[in-house]
């Protein structure tokens, strides 16, 4: 818009109009060029950011800094003249000596006009060119020493220099027919320019090129070099508008329904810049620059680029554009190699994990020792563990705990139920909806490399149709592998070798065994009952006082009333149900004190039963060993050790075996294993043979609802048999679990700290196990043992010497048999 005065606003077009304002004197351009009287030595230097003043031409400018203000003032009261030089570099600040082009333009102030806003407009006309010679002031604004630069234009009047201006006309007057925005008067007002200096200085200052390339033109002192380089910008400005005008010739034809949205398109472009909003531009850009602040590797920085510039071809209406551009933003969001520092101090560790978690010493130790490889190494990969044990041990919560002792972020994600292998590697960007697996989407939540990532319920992973998710896992669980997983969204590696997994299951035997072979298990077996009655005072009580909106002063649970509800309302190897009982008596509590009644402050075993009613369970479940064939068994199940009975009848008949109680078919394997073992050995045990004949078996495990299944209660049945048949009575509070092969062997079964504690539950004195599982008794602590007897066999007779008594039950069935015929 650095037009004569006279075009400003026709030529501009975006110029705003000055009313009120009284004609203005205008030197003609010549004059003003030829004029070298009163030229200052010295001159007070304006920085403009955005324009180039060239001599002879007329341009209004706002000045908006404080300091240009006072100068502009200055100047206006004075002799109204100015040094005009454009910024190198348009900064907010202040602008420097170094800032600004050593060339530039003296101009007079022809009039100023004070905005209501503060701000200055004024109306400068350039005089003559200048070179800053040195600077003699900074503050409180530019003053430099000029050398004043001659215009010249040689030879001006031959042929050659005549055809090189009449080619400037000529071309200036294409441009003016192939831009309609521009006023038909401007044509007129350039074949009137008969000055070929103020005529390459007219065109280049409205010509559309950048700040660098006029101040290039400025800083060219020969005329008719200068009128060379001009008619180069006008010729390319020229083919450009002609190849504009070409396509929209072509396009006019064929103006559809997309040419109609891309034009509205552009308008809302428009109003969103107006009302502050970003346009899909100014989007892409600023991803750009958040990309560019990314330390991570090269090709994903290129890969990044190349979908930016992907994005900037698309439609910003079409669907495609908005999945192009969530990519990129989770390309952008994604914590590449930026990771948490971890916290070394182990003591610090330790303790975390003493004061969260109660007991679990083997997984302690194993995290301790993971935190020390990790500080005297720096690096490592991490180790896969899977924390394997019934519901309610603290497996979950014990992900927390190690996370805080990190110092690390932590996330969880749930895999029961989970049936689609797309929800861990995610979904091909081809598909609708597409979106990156859940381990990226926690990755990008957590926003470091290296959280502590729980993977909850593994051993509860579906199949069906739509894939293997465990499989799946395979990749992200393999520390080998794992620095390079590839999710399907994503499409690039990203580096999960730094992850702290753990893993949670209830059982191993649904674990792929590909899967469980990459994980470290670290077993977690059930609590003791002073075990829980120290967890519900240091963690359940004050949690569920806290929650209900309570304090310890409202309520105290003495150590005789816990071990009366973990003993009569709960039977589990965890504390879950015991934290739901615990939070029954507080918000009992809690109701009595909203409605103001009397409550017992301390509680006691009388009051727990009071507010809990009638217990449950029986503190002693062993039934006594009156009946002949009635043996009390440990078993394991995903809930944490259990005991069982095992019940054996005969009733005269042809020798047939009955099995009763949802038996798998391990379980009545072991059955028909006893079975044989007994007819083989019927003698040494002096069982008449012929019973076997006359004589149907029932066996029957009592709760026939639930599903029991198992080799482990082969001792037991073999027991129980072999008690019925001699009608022998079994020791007292005996309890047993193993194996039995047809030789009479004994093998060795798992789960024994789980089933030690349900033999303690129950008030179970002695116990038998095969002589191979005493290697796990001695890893038990001694408090889980105290007050139990251990019998290792290695064979049935063993087994049969120890639980049979030698004195016979009450009232033995009286066998009648046929005799044999001689």
């Known amino acids: 818009m650095n037009n004569d005065l006279e075009l400003l606003e026709r030529l501009a077009g975006n110029t705003p109009k ?57 100047a206006y009261r004075g002799d109204r003249t100015l040094g005009i030089v454009s910024q190198l570099r348009q900064t907010k600040e202040e602008p420097t000596e170094d800032d600004v082009y050593k060339i530039g333009t003296i101009g007079n102030i022809l009039k100023m006009i004070v905005l209501p806003d503060g701000n200055v407009t004024i109306i400068v006309q350039g005089r003559r060119r200048f070179n800053i010679r040195e600077f003699v002031r900074t503050t409180p604004y ?42 038909r008067d401007a044509q007129t007002a350039i074949s009137n320019i008969d000055s070929p200096i ?40 020229v083919e450009l508008l002609e190849i504009k005008k070409d396509i929209q010739s072509k396009a006019s034809s064929d103006i559809d329904q997309q040419q109609r949205e891309y034009y509205l398109r552009q308008q809302i472009k428009v109003l969103q810049e107006e009302l502050g909003m970003d346009s899909p531009d100014q989007e892409v850009e600023k991803l750009r620059m958040k990309g560019a602040k990314k330390k991570w590797p090269h090709e994903i920085n290129e890969h990044f680029n190349k979908e930016l510039n992907k994005i900037m071809r698309m439609n910003s209406m079409a669907p495609e554009y908005g999945v192009a551009l969530s990519y990129a933003e989770l390309l952008v969001d994604l914590p590449w190699g930026e990771v948490s520092q971890d916290n070394f101090n182990l003591k610090r560790a330790k303790k975390i994990l003493d004061n969260d978690h109660y007991g679990l010493k083997k997984v302690k130790e194993r995290i301790i020792e993971y935190l020390a490889v990790l500080k ?72 470091t490399a290296n959280p502590v990532f ?41 580096d999960l070798s730094k992850v702290l997994f753990i893993a949670t299951a209830n059982s191993l035997d649904t674990i792929q065994p590909a899967l469980r072979d990459r994980m470290e298990i670290i077993e977690l077996t059930g609590y003791t009952v002073e075990e829980k009655v120290e967890i519900a005072k240091r963690h359940l009580l004050p949690k569920q006082l806290k929650e209900h909106g309570l304090t310890s002063k409202d309520l105290k649970i003495n150590k005789q009333a816990l071990i009366k509800i973990v003993e009569g309302y709960t039977r589990e190897s965890g504390v879950r149900s015991l934290e739901q009982k615990i939070g029954s008596v507080v918000r009992k509590v809690a109701k009595s004190i909203a409605m103001e009644e009397e409550y017992p402050h301390s509680m006691t075993p009388a009051d727990i039963e009071e507010l809990l009613g009638i217990s449950h369970f029986d503190k002693d479940l062993y039934e006594g060993n009156e009946l002949a064939g009635v043996v009390t068994g440990l078993a394991w199940t995903p809930v944490g050790g259990d005991i069982l009975f095992i019940e054996t ?72 048999m072999a008690s019925i048949y001699t009608q022998r009575k079994i020791k007292k509070n005996l309890a047993m679990t193993g194996e039995i092969t047809l030789r009479g062997k004994v093998l060795p079964v798992g789960g024994i700290k789980e089933k030690i504690l349900a033999a303690k539950r129950a008030k179970i004195k002695e116990i038998i196990l095969c002589y191979r599982n005493q290697k796990d008794v001695e890893e038990i602590g001694e408090e889980y043992t105290n007050g139990l007897t251990f019998h290792y066999v290695d064979m049935v007779q063993d087994v049969l010497e120890i639980a049979l008594l030698k004195k016979k039950v009450d009232n033995p069935i009286r066998f009648e048999l046929p005799e044999e015929k001689k």
């Open 649 to 720: 009848n005969l009733s005269r008949g042809k020798g047939n075996l009955t099995l009763s109680g949802q038996l798998g078919d391990v379980m009545k394997e072991s059955a028909m294993t006893a079975l044989s073992y007994l007819k083989a050995n019927a003698a040494d045990l002096e069982i008449d043979y012929k019973i076997f004949q006359h004589y149907d078996l029932h066996i029957h495990v009592p709760q026939g609802a639930v599903p029991k299944d198992g080799p482990s209660a082969g001792i037991t049945i073999l027991t129980s």
């Open 18 to 74: 000055i009313e009120n304002v009284e004609m203005i004197e205008i030197t003609s351009p010549d004059e003003v060029m030829e004029n070298e009287d009163n030229l200052p030595e010295e001159l007070s230097l304006l920085p403009l950011r955005n324009t180039v003043l060239f001599p002879g031409i007329v341009i209004p400018v706002t000045v908006t800094r404080s300091k240009a203000i006072r100068l502009v003032k200055k």
């Open 142 to 183: 530019l003053v430099a020493a000029v050398d004043y630069i001659p215009d010249s234009f040689p030879g001006a009047r031959r042929k050659e220099s005549k055809a090189l201006i009449e080619s400037l006309k000529e071309t200036a007057t294409k441009i003016l027919n192939l831009n309609p925005e521009i006023p």
């Open 198 to 237: 103020f005529l390459t200085h007219f065109l280049s200052s409205n010509l559309n090129i950048g700040i660098a390339e006029k101040q290039l033109l400025l800083e060219t002192y020969d005329g008719k070099e200068q009128a060379h380089k001009l008619l180069e910008h006008l010729l390319k400005e």
């Open 454 to 494: 729980v993977l909850d319920e593994i051993d509860k992973i579906a199949r069906d149709h739509r894939g293997d998710p465990s499989s799946a896992l395979l990749e992200v669980l393999d520390p080998e592998q794992n620095n390079a997983f590839k999710d399907n969204y994503l499409e690039v590696d990203f």
């Open 376 to 447: 005297l190494r720096s690096d490592m990969k991490a180790p896969i563990l899977c924390l394997y044990g019934p519901p309610g041990v603290g497996k979950t919560s014990l992900g927390k705990s190690i996370a805080k002792a990190l110092g690390r972020e932590y996330v969880r994600m749930a895999l029961g139920g989970l049936h689609d292998e797309a929800e861990i590697r995610g979904h091909r960007k081809t598909y609708i909806g597409a979106m990156p697996g859940k381990v990226i989407q926690n990755i990008n939540k957590a926003k």
